[in-house]
């Protein structure tokens, strides 16, 4: 009889964290210059720059959507797979739980931020 | 069950004894950093899809000090996440080759930052191009 081998969902959760980290290190400190502090006081970006017609148009658009859905996405897949594999460090002998808890974040602002973005129209 | 208490060494705070791994644990947690900035981005989608009303509540929220100074320390985590991870790059990717010889990981991190720093200023341009 041959012996079925459970493959590993690791590189899956390995390959998301790269990807968000990758993704985060590139353009994540520009985004927050831009949407928290840049557009909140008034400063270099012209009045209006994320006014509500043009950040749904901008939602709207292919591009931007996947833009906005990459960003909160991948960031967040990044992140609790980092937060995860650090709980040891802290002395955390994670789990089941732990790791439910941390992908479920991930997955469920995933599915979230998806319906939104879908539901917004093309 | 033993009713002895054998002694085990308490490992709390042992990364604060050398400065590797200080800085280990400082690079591992701006993944808390990048994490809440996705967490403000959910929301302000949320509050995109819920229409203008709505939207403009978010964006007047954004304008609170307090909000000023969670992303002035957000940036600070960003950035620092941006600075680590192509400073570990050497060691996570394969090996370039170029010219036979392996490329230097100095050379590699300095590339990959100079590409950050453009992709960063690129987006901007590309907000501001949007913008008007």
Known sequence: ?122 | MSKRKPYVRSMDGWWKKNPYFVEYMIHESTALFVAAYAFILLVGVVRLGQGEAAWNTWLEALKSPLSIVCHLVLLAGAIYHTYSWFKILPITMPPVIVGGKKLAPEVLTGSALVVAVAAGLALLGLVWRIAL
């Open chain 1, 1 to 122: 009889m041959t012996k079925i081998r459970k493959r590993s969902n690791a590189p899956i959760f390995w390959g998301l964290f790269g990807a968000g980290g990758m993704l985060s290190a590139l353009f994540v400190p520009m985004m927050i210059f831009i949407t928290g502090i840049a557009i909140p006081l008034g400063f270099l970006l012209p009045a209006g720059t994320m006014s509500y017609p043009k950040m749904l148009a901008f939602a709207q658009n292919f591009i931007g959507k996947g833009f906005i859905f990459a960003i909160i996405s991948l960031s967040l897949w990044f992140a609790v797979h980092r937060v995860y594999h650090s709980l040891h460090e802290f002395g955390i002998h994670a789990g089941f739980g732990a790791k439910l808890l941390c992908y479920g974040i991930a997955f469920v602002s995933t599915v979230v931020s998806a319906f939104v973005l879908l539901g917004l129209g093309f």
